[in-house]
T-cell receptor, first 115, second 112 residues
């Protein structure tokens, strides 16, 4: 079945620096790749997503890149702020499904932004 | 427009018991997905309901079952609870299969 690997598991940066989180997926048929941010004790919130027909997408300080050949996608956060501190999850649609609600999640990355 | 709401927020059950968790989907959403999130892990897909029919299932045993009602709210039922069922249970709703999924705040289930 589909597998999503996420690295690193923890990431600590200084405020203002950039942060990059990488994910690889196993099924070349996957076509939807969202990123969720989960603050302690709160619900996961979608921060950005990308579909397989696009190589890059940006939303202010956040960007996602997708390399379908290599089967990996990355989250880039620029000019990090303390409120960016949270756990970030990548996800991908599993084998044979094209559905935004059926997702395989990575293990999560705990991002700490130091003031 | 109201968001996705889940009840209860916390629950303690004894091993072997049965539990029902509830999810009210966001207004206008007809698709509800359920996930189990163990401590320190990513959410794991349990199953999805689309217009009252089960629309795909993850790798969970049959003692995990669900329902979706005509108003598109949903229930997750777990029978014969095991200690390993202790987790945060999340539901997510979307307008249809191809639009963004919004998560509820979750139900924290503890099995003792």
């Amino acid at each position: 079945g589909e597998n999503v690997e996420q690295h690193p598991s923890t990431l600590s940066v200084q405020e203002g620096d950039s942060a990059v989180i990488k994910c690889t997926y196993s099924d070349s048929a996957s076509n939807y790749f969202p990123w969720y941010k989960q603050e302690l004790g709160k619900r996961p919130q979608l921060i950005i997503d990308i579909r397989s027909n696009v190589g890059e997408k940006k939303d202010q300080r956040i960007a996602v890149t997708l390399n379908k050949t290599a089967k990996h996608f990355s989250l880039h956060i620029t000019e990090t702020q303390p409120e960016d501190s949270a756990v970030y999850f990548c996800a991908a649609t599993p084998v044979g499904w094209s559905n935004t609600g059926k997702l395989i999640f990575g293990q999560g990355t705990t991002l700490q932004v130091k003031p | 427009e109201t968001g996705v709401t889940q009840s209860p927020t916390h629950l303690i059950k004894t091993r072997g018991q049965q539990v029902t968790l509830r999810c009210s989907s966001q207004s206008g959403h007809n698709t509800v997905s359920w996930y189990q999130q163990a401590l320190g892990q990513g959410p794991q897909f349990i199953f999805q309901y689309y217009r009252e029919e089960e629309n795909g299932r993850g790798n969970f045993p049959p003692r995990f079952s669900g329902l979706q009602f005509p108003n598109y709210s949903s229930e997750l039922n777990v029978n014969a609870l095991e200690l390993d069922d202790s987790a945060l249970y999340l539901c997510a709703s979307s307008r249809d299969e191809n639009t963004e999924a919004f998560f509820g705040q979750g139900t924290r289930l503890t099995v003792v």
